[in-house]
């Protein structure tokens, strides 16, 4: 056995299924202005999110997997079968075990909810009274079977979710693919929502993509994230690793660190604005700095004590984040963001355009290596 | 002195009790509305002049109908089988215009295919095409001695024109553009991600088309079907061209008032208001649809 390294492994050798089980997919679709190339594997019964900023290319990637977008290069290999590659083989979406929910779930609206969960196994040769028997379980399962004869547009946002997530699944997919399942709910429903659903993606025996741009929604639902930027992956791991490392600006913004990227050389990573963070962990070459916007103290004045982490900076922005204040900074080692008190808040006196000085302790910083 | 006060104008607050304050915004907002503001001569005058131009000629044909013998008329033989033509006639055209045309607006409007422009521009050549010619054009392919007609007649011993069959494919031809163009822009207006829908859950295309297309655009055919036979029913040129003017066969409601028009104006009228009435029911049954939208 080689060692097992989750983060930093290539995708395919991260996946623990047997190569002709679950999904292995190369997707490169290629637009006027954009390039999609990510390569992805989900084992049968894994929930993998697709997170990404918007416009990285994950309704893309999505499309792609469904039969909905032909690739313009790769492979698609869903349970064994090449599904497309890019050229001779396209298997059309009908002809796929692959079911989707959308994000807006698209419910047939001249179809009951029963009819409309039917509707998969019918068009797979059921008979009526099977297809309804099969619809019938199906939203009991969701806990909508007393719905059963109500149209969509009767139904809450909730419940329309449930209904797609019943008639997705009735078709007992090899691949559950997910479009953004909870943005089209309000807040409140969405947190029932959420927990309901990873239950049902948990029983589901296929793999499972969630595509989601909510960093919550992927660390709930899903076993292992795979993140995208710009028609490419830039990290991938489970929650806590991707949590612990991030390695982009986005990354670091949706689990709401400060990351900067230097050289590091002992203690020290020096940054290219010339800037020196003395940092906990060792660390040699290429490293990223990460630390929480807790740990940035302000400061009206240069503070005394440990010099190399301290900078002056100007205020950008302050906005009210929970129950503390959130405080955007530029100059230093770049922009950074610091939570500080309503009442250290009220005490600086904090406004854009003022001038402050800011200081991390090593301890409460971060330092890996980039390569 | 306070109940002098024009509604709208403001009043010192506490030193006098001014009028009912809800009144003087509805009179204060309906004073500025645009409706109230004058209409400028060059618009108005043209526009009161087609209002009458579109109006004037119905009634006259109201002012000059036989009412006291109306009933009698309706009940004549020679009308009623030229209406229970026409009717039939406009009815079947409907029905070739449906089964041919709604799958070629799918075609226009789902499939990208070399040359689909080009399509769209000859589905409409019947619409700008005078009726006239459209049937000298059909009695050239479909006549006796025609392109297509000729093998007929040899073959089958089948002849068309001048039989209600050359009524209904008169008809179909003029009126199968009303009907693909309206279809083809309500198969346009639909989410056709319901269609993408169906294909994840394992639909083809046809199955698409009948289970979740068809009920999808329903609306739109149904608009689509009811002009395609308003201009089914009231066609003329191209149906006395290719299928003549034969009373009971061919002779359909337009072409009696045309005739009746020599031998007997009051019953010329007579048949034009059945026609007139036809047409506004058909005005009222689109009234949701296309009337009715508020601008």
Redesign the interface.
């Known amino acids: 056995m080689t060692t097992v390294d989750n983060q930093d492994t290539g995708p395919y050798a991260s996946t623990p299924a047997p190569p002709d089980a679950g999904l292995r997919a190369r997707l490169v679709v290629d637009r006027t202005t954009f390039r999609l190339d990510i390569t992805l594997t989900v084992a049968p019964g894994e929930v993998v999110a697709l997170l990404g900023p918007n416009g990285a290319g994950k309704t893309t990637a999505l499309r792609a997997l469904?039969?909905?977008t032909p690739l313009t290069d790769g492979r698609i290999d869903l349970a064994g079968r090449c599904l497309d590659d890019g050229g001779r083989t396209f298997v059309?979406?009908?002809?796929?075990s692959?079911?989707?929910v959308?994000q807006d779930y698209?419910l047939?609206?001249?179809l009951s909810a029963l009819e409309n969960v039917a509707?998969?196994p019918r068009?797979?040769g059921a008979s009526r009274a099977q297809a309804r028997a099969i619809a019938y379980e199906w939203l009991a399962r969701v806990g909508l079977a007393d719905l059963a004869s109500q149209r969509p547009r009767q139904l809450s946002g909730g419940q329309a979710q449930r209904v797609a997530l019943a008639?997705?699944l009735a078709?007992q997919p090899a691949l559950l693919l997910l479009d953004e399942p909870l943005a089209a709910l309000d807040a409140r429903t969405r947190l029932d929502t959420r927990a309901e659903l990873h239950r049902h993606l948990a029983d589901h025996s296929g793999a499972t993509l969630v595509v989601t741009h909510d960093p919550l929604d992927a660390f709930v639902l899903a076993d292992r994230l795979v993140i995208i930027e710009n028609g490419s992956v830039v990290q991938e791991g489970d929650a806590a690793a991707v949590t612990a490392r991030p390695r982009t600006d986005y990354v670091a913004r949706l689990v709401g660190l400060n990351l900067y990227r230097g050289r590091g050389e002992g203690h020290t990573v020096t940054l290219p604005t010339g800037l020196a963070f003395a940092t906990a962990d060792p660390v040699h070459g290429d490293a990223f700095v990460a630390f929480p916007p807790t740990a940035v103290a302000l400061h009206p004045d240069p503070p005394q004590g440990s010099p190399r982490n301290t900078w002056s900076a100007t205020v950008t922005g302050v906005t009210r984040h929970g129950d503390h204040v959130r405080v955007q900074l530029a100059g230093g080692p770049g922009e950074a963001a610091a939570d500080v008190t309503p009442a250290a808040a009220a005490t600086l006196r904090l406004a854009p355009g003022q001038p402050i000085w800011a200081a991390v302790k090593a301890t409460e910083t971060r330092a890996y290596p980039a390569g | 002195m306070a109940t002098d006060t024009p509604a709208g104008a403001p009043g010192l607050p506490g030193a006098e009790p001014t009028p009912d304050p809800s009144i003087s915004t509805v009179e204060r907002r309906r004073r500025v509305r645009p409706s109230r503001r004058l209409v400028p001569v060059p618009l108005a005058v043209p526009a009161a002049a087609a209002l009458a131009f579109l109006v004037l000629p119905l009634v006259g044909l109201l002012v000059r109908a036989p009412w006291a013998t109306l009933p009698q008329r309706l009940l004549e033989p020679e009308v009623l089988a030229a209406l229970r033509l026409s009717l039939v006639a406009a009815t079947l055209a409907t029905g070739v215009c449906l089964v041919l045309g709604v799958p070629l607006a799918w075609l226009l409007a789902r499939v990208s295919f070399p040359g689909r422009r080009l399509v769209r521009a000859l589905v409409t050549v019947p619409l700008v095409l005078p009726p006239v010619v459209g049937g000298l054009a059909l009695l050239l392919l479909l006549g006796r001695r025609g392109v297509i007609g000729q093998w007929l007649y040899q073959w089958f011993d089948v002849t068309i024109p001048f039989t209600t069959t050359a009524v209904v494919i008169a008809e179909a031809f003029v009126a199968l553009p009303f009907l693909v163009i309206a279809v083809e822009g309500a198969l346009r207006g639909i989410d056709d991600r319901y269609e993408e829908a169906a294909a994840t859950l394992g639909a083809s295309r046809w199955t698409t088309f009948r289970r979740v297309t068809l009920p999808l655009v329903a609306p739109g055919i149904a608009a689509g079907a009811v002009l395609c036979w308003a201009r089914a029913l009231g066609e003329f040129g191209a149906t006395i061209t290719f299928a003549g003017n034969f009373p009971g066969r061919t002779q359909t409601m337009p072409l009696s008032v045309y005739l009746l028009l020599e031998t007997d104006p009051p019953a010329a009228i007579v048949l034009s208001l059945v026609l007139l009435a036809v047409s506004v029911g058909i005005l009222v049954a689109l009234r949701e649809k296309w009337i009715g939208r508020p601008a």
């Open positions: 469904a039969g909905l059309p979406p009908e002809r796929r692959v079911g989707v959308f698209l047939f609206p001249h509707f998969g068009c797979q008639r997705a078709r």
